[in-house]
């Protein structure tokens, strides 16, 4: 028979680490809130037992999307087992939640997770004492080094009885209520007494989706007391109980270890990391660094390590393949020309995506995203959003989709739409072919500098359009911002490296599916006009596309209709645009393509180009997700329109102050 296990707790406490150390499948592992944005479902090794890892959350009372979901599957759902991941060096915040959890009914272990932290800070905690109270099983475990996770594991599967819960008595005037409402909700709406109680509880204490469950299923009694238990603040009271009791259990099971006490090389770090303005140029010199590694030091002598071997003897043996074998000519074309050309041009730039990526894994694994949340807090004050919304926006330096959903946990509707429509604007790893293509072309010695450059000229303009949204929709700074600052930690090759992949993965995966299918679509576009094949492109149905489109991109300096084709590819999926032009100019390697573009660029208009295919209209995955996300066609459409004139009106900008100054 099958069991299920949730896993339940706070944003940051390693839930999710432990999820994919003991289940068959991986989820996201990130050093900072946010991560988990919907509930990813596995299967224990060697085992029957389903896991569900949900968001992480701070209380089941919801205030984002994200916290929704916990409450909801535990409205709807009835698991088997409730695994509660606490940070065992924040006991009193993170037993909040455990103490609503234990109210749900269903049997509970809680994971004294970073129990190494607790350690270093010159404490130690008595589990036994602590599960006995609380009537569940209590495992101490250090999720980054594997430690207690098998004995975590055994108790997983164990089928010993967890022990009663222990239930907290609420001040009289509550209680009174509970004992009213209880046997009549239990008899009317046949419900289970312990469900029925936190159900109860959960109302009483403002619990906005357990009173709209109350509404959506004619719970009226419910509803009727949760209105006067507003009246008599029972919320307010019912917090009070929880904490002193929190803090009494803690004073019971908290034990002074000396002998472990370690100085926090943290808290010397952060007085630079987290200064309002120390930390703005340490956040900007790390990424600085990062594209250096990425672009010159590391990724790009990679990359032309493996151009040379799939322009060289890949195509080549292909080649005399095909035509020793009788191939037609057209077959020929599209294998080596389209397919080998196209999807081999965006293949060759993987070496510096997956550096890139690992940087950013290592960076979030140490701890320090956390704390560029926090000093970009004040900037985004300004325009009216919050750290809250930076990190969907970091986020989205990876893919746009993923930062557009870890929206979610953004509290404030209008904070949420405005931080949604701004992320297209931020540089996803699919711009970096055509980045690394036209920086190795026009600005081979300042590489990282310009993609850097990039990046934060996209960060700008998204700033820019959100002070205007705020003027627009009267956005004001609502949203409280708290995140977690973990202790720093050096990060493990395993996190890092399956970090990595969970980032490139996408790549490689479209390589072989969207960009192999619109390399071929380009293909055909450029070997083929109204009289069929053709080996000359200027008569192609591409060369029509491009010319047709050429006056328009005069402005920002395009004066050949290759690459306007090439971007009108790029909505399908940004990494085609580099495959596109491979294709259009009949280039076999990165080297040549890099030499032909040359003839047709001068940098100032290659940067204005860069600039446009930044901030253009986002990718058919994107746009799907902001009409998922906002419910509405309006708002994608929106999006479209206004990313193809702000990209069209900065590039023009700056091709002609440019040419005027250089």
């Known amino acids: 028979m099958s069991k299920t296990v949730a896993f339940i707790g706070n944003p940051n406490t390693g839930k999710t680490t432990i999820f994919n150390f003991i289940s068959d499948q991986y989820a996201y592992v990130g050093n900072w809130t946010g991560v988990t944005v919907e509930k990813k479902v596995g299967q224990l090794k060697h085992s029957n037992t389903q896991l569900v890892d949900l968001p992480g959350v701070y209380s089941l009372s919801p205030l984002t999307k994200d916290e929704s979901v916990v409450t909801n599957y535990l409205l709807d759902e009835e698991p088997d087992l409730i695994l509660n991941v606490v940070n065992a060096n924040q006991l009193q915040r993170n037993l909040l939640l455990t103490m609503e959890l234990i109210e749900r009914g269903c049997p509970l272990i809680l994971d004294l997770n970073m129990i190494d932290d607790l350690h270093r800070s010159g404490y130690d905690i008595d589990a036994k004492k602590l599960g006995k109270i609380l009537g569940c099983k209590v495992v101490a475990t250090n999720a980054r080094n594997h430690e207690g996770v098998d004995k975590l594991r055994s108790a997983i599967t164990a089928e010993e009885r967890l022990g009663h819960p222990h239930r907290i008595t609420y001040p009289e005037e509550i209680e009174k209520a509970i004992a009213i409402l209880l046997p009549k909700m239990t008899k009317k709406y046949q419900l289970d007494p312990a469900y029925t109680r936190w159900l109860i509880i959960e109302a009483f204490n403002h619990n906005t989706a357990v009173r709209k469950f109350a509404g959506k299923h004619h719970l009226d009694v419910l509803t009727e007391y949760a209105k006067q238990a507003d009246q008599q603040k029972f919320s307010e009271k019912i917090y009070e109980t929880r904490l002193h009791f929190i803090q009494q259990l803690i004073k019971d099971c908290l034990v002074v270890n000396l002998s472990n006490k370690r100085p926090s090389l943290t808290a010397k770090i952060d007085r630079i990391a987290t200064h309002p303005l120390l930390g703005l140029l340490v956040f900007v010199g790390i990424f600085w660094l990062i594209f250096k590694i990425s672009f010159d030091w590391v990724g790009t002598p990679l990359s032309d390590i493996l151009d040379a071997w ?40 993987i070496p510096q995506i997956f550096v890139l990526f690992a940087c950013i894994t290592i960076l979030e694994d140490s701890g320090y995203m956390a704390r560029a949340a926090l000093v ?33 946990t953004i509290q404030q509707p209008k904070e949420r739409l405005v931080t949604t429509l701004i992320e297209p604007f931020m540089s996803c790893s699919a711009r970096l072919p055509i980045y690394s293509l036209f920086v190795a072309a026009f600005f081979p010695k300042h590489q990282a500098v310009i993609v850097l450059s990039l990046y934060f000229l996209g960060i700008a303009v998204a700033l820019l359009v959100a002070k205007v949204y ?44 969207v960009i192999f299918a619109g390399t071929v679509l ?13 080996t000359h492109a200027d008569a192609s149905f591409a060369a029509a596309i491009g010319h047709a489109l050429l006056p328009l991109f005069h402005p920002m300096g395009v004066t050949t209709w290759q690459p306007i084709s090439a971007l009108v590819t790029g909505v399908l999926a940004k990494e085609v645009i580099t495959s596109s032009m491979m294709v259009m100019f009949h280039t076999s390697s990165q080297a040549s393509l890099i030499a032909s573009i040359g ?25 799907g997700t902001i009409k998922a996300e906002t419910g509405s066609y309006k708002w994608p459409a929106y999006s479209v329109a206004s990313s193809l004139i702000i990209a069209y009106l900065v590039a023009t900008l700056i091709f002609q102050l440019g040419s005027l100054i250089l």
């Open 376 to 408: 970009t807090d004040r900037l985004m004050q300004t325009i009216g959003l919050s750290g809250q919304s930076f990190i969907p926006l970091i986020i989205g330096f990876g893919c746009n989709v993923t930062g557009i959903m870890a929206a979610r």
């Open 310 to 349: 799939i322009s060289g003897p890949v195509s080549t043996v292909t080649s005399h393949w095909l035509t020793s074998v009788g191939a037609l000519p057209v077959l020929r074309s599209l294998i080596v020309n389209g397919i080998i050309t196209g999807v081999g041009g965006v293949l060759v730039f």
């Open 522 to 534: 380009i293909w055909f576009l450029t070997d083929f006009s109204m009289h069929g094949y053709t």
């Open 470 to 513: 705020q003027i627009i929709f009267h956005l004001r700074h609502e949203s409280l911002f708290a995140i977690e600052l973990p202790e720093y930690h050096l990060p493990r090759l395993e996190i890092v490296l399956h970090g990595t992949w969970d980032k490139g993965k996408g790549f490689v995966h479209k390589a072989g599916t």
């Open 599 to 623: 003839h047709f660029f001068n940098p100032v208009a290659a940067y204005a180009l860069l600039v446009f295919i930044l901030l253009y209209t986002p990718c058919f995955a994107t746009i």
